[in-house]
């Protein structure tokens, strides 16, 4: 079993940069992926970007794409997010997901590719 704890969310102001953390602990040899999503109040949950563990590999929301960075940091086991020029349209709350594998009925943007969750951090930016 792994476990996953967001941290780093806040109250920001438009244009704002922020970064947020994703610190994996238990079976953490079980990684093979792990991913950044979002939902807003009354949205269903969205796919931000995902990394694979070993390669670190990236893939991001096309939406998103040049303006958001992720990455890991495999001694610590953490993996980050990093937006830039925050929009008010960012404001959601962010979850850490991890997948043991790449499943072949799923994409690593949808969500049920993924095996485990973090609680959420809420991220909130004033217009």
């Known amino acids: 079993q792994v476990q996953l704890v967001e941290s780093g969310g806040g109250l920001m102001q438009a244009g704002d940069s922020l970064r947020l953390s994703c610190a994996a602990s238990?079976?953490?040899?079980?990684?093979?992926?792990m991913g950044w999503f979002r939902q807003a109040p009354g949205k269903e949950r969205e796919f931000v970007a995902t990394?694979?563990?070993?390669?670190?590999?990236?893939d991001y929301a096309d939406s998103e794409k040049g303006r958001f960075t992720i990455s890991r940091d495999n001694a610590k086991n953490t993996m980050y997010l990093v937006m830039n020029t925050l929009k008010h349209e960012d404001t959601a709350v962010y979850y850490c997901?991890?997948?043991?594998?790449?499943?072949?009925?799923?994409?690593?943007?949808?969500?049920?590719?993924?095996?485990?969750w973090g609680q959420g951090t809420q991220v909130t930016v004033s217009s």
């Open positions: 990394i694979t563990w070993s390669a670190g590999k990236t």
């Open positions: 997901a991890a997948a043991k594998s790449d499943y072949y009925f799923h994409t690593p943007a949808e969500v049920n590719a993924y095996d485990f």
């Open positions: 238990g079976s953490t040899f079980e990684i093979h992926r």
